[in-house]
Nanobody, 115 residues
């Protein structure tokens, strides 16, 4: 069964950094594009960053360009999101997504940026 499990969220002060991880299982990870999304209650889900299966193409939301970096390790079967210079408006639940069939979502990991 295809599955994604996020980790690494938490509370961080403005200007701080976090690294999120997403462990994949049950599908051929390296063959599928993957993304990080975030959602705040009452707002639409926002795609933060996306990366192709072999990592040759990456895209970021304007709101995180220059601060966030998406990467993947197809041997460890993991997706990452390194977040720097965090702002209070980055507070959200972050979820990973894999473009497999109709799509696979993880349950998400919460990130809170607050002093």
């Amino acid at each position: 069964q295809a599955r994604l499990v996020e980790s690494g969220g938490g509370l961080v002060q403005p200007g701080g950094s976090l690294r999120l991880s997403c462990a994949a299982s049950g599908f051929d990870f390296g063959r599928h594009a993957t993304s990080w999304y975030r959602q705040v209650p009452g707002k639409e889900r926002e795609r933060v960053a996306a990366i192709t299966g072999i990592g040759d193409s990456i895209d970021y939301a304007d709101s995180v360009k220059g601060r966030f970096t998406i990467s993947r390790d197809n041997y460890k079967i993991e997706l990452y999101l390194s977040m720097n210079a965090l702002k209070p408006e980055d507070t959200a639940v972050y979820s990973c997504f894999a473009l497999v069939g109709s799509g696979i979502w993880g349950k998400g990991t919460p990130v809170t940026v607050s002093s």
